[in-house]
């Protein structure tokens, strides 16, 4: 008698690279503008050079880098996970705030009132600082708080939504009850938050002056850093095990339940990984912008993030960075051209994509592609 064969063991196939050699190099070429070109552009060439990149240039593009984040974390959620949220301008008002307290600390006795309260408290006859900014003087709890606070409410909110399997329409719209909640909350005096003001006239970052050329670099090139590594990580995720069932979920929630998955953990995890990010975002945006109050926590701005993540495209990752950039400086172009008519603009291009571009300009820019590579190959 034979004996009977064994099985061949099963075969996965081999784990695709993070980038393609294209990818590398465009990462590599975009880390060398960030690190280098940018600097030598802004710092060493002289201002009437054709090629020097402008102090308001450096600010404008640090302050879009980091919308660009908040468009990469909606992706994640929206794209990769098919959760819609209108309400992630919270998170990233909160780590500007807790970045502006610190840097609110930092001010020290140069406030108009010489105390070593912030301005706001002494015009309110305050006496001491509220129990919330007990660690606000420490760099490096700021440091953990940036990504613990939105990280931990989002945590809170998003266990008791997931669990209660709220979604759809009806999570957009809690996460915008949510956001205007908080934003009615900040716009109280007595929350020491600043109010309707927030915080502004900062001065200094680590103890050095926050108003001057190097540090505008210096926060330029760390955000820039933080986008790009952000973009790493995230791609990373969505091509493990981890990000093939959060597209699963995305798909067929349903039918990921019935093959053993349970839901929560993931949608919680990659839920609180993009607040965390928002919240990032906001810290480096507040010494760059040099003021952070409740209006960050709109409802506008928080569709906004999602407009950035549509125009440029869902589920590509780079494609919201593109929305971002792309949108954004529009933005700066018509409000200063035409201010009365940039809202008109903003809804038709939302409408105009959701019809003729469901798939963003990156998902145009491939359709193109494809239809020119058929061309070719056409006899």
Known sequence: MTEPSLPLPLQLPAPAPLLTRAGWSA???????VCALAPVLNLWLPAGSMFHLSDYAVALLGKIMCYAICALAMDLIWGYTGILS??????????????????????????????TL???????????????????????ATLLLIVAVPGGIAFVFGYFAFRSRIKG???????????????????????????NNGFTDFKRILGQPIATQNMRMALFVLTGLALLGFFLLARWLVRSKFGRVLQALRDAESRVMFSGYSPLPYKLSVWTLSAM????????????VGIINPGEMSAANSIEIAVWAAVGGRATLIGPIVGAFVVNAAKSWLTVTAPEFWLYF?????????????HGLVGLLKQLRGRATKAEAAP
């Open 169 to 195: 329409v009806y999570f957009s719209i809690i996460t915008q009850a949510m956001t205007y909640a908080a934003m009615l909350l900040f716009f109280r005096n007595e929350t020491g938050f600043g109010g």
């Open 86 to 115: 209108l309400g992630h301008g919270l998170f990233f008002a909160l780590g500007g705030y807790v970045m502006g307290m610190y840097l609110m600390r930092q001010i020290g006795r140069d406030g108009n009132y010489k105390s």
């Open 346 to 358: 903003l809804g038709a291009l939302f409408i105009a994509v959701t019809l003729f571009l469901p």
């Open 118 to 140: 912030p301005d706001f408290m002494v015009f309110l006859d305050w006496k001491e600082l509220p129990w919330h900014w007990a660690l606000s003087d420490s760099f490096l």
């Open 27 to 33: 990462f590599a070429a975009a880390l060398v503008a």
């Open 277 to 288: 990010m928002c919240g990032v975002a906001g810290a480096l945006y507040v010494p760059q």
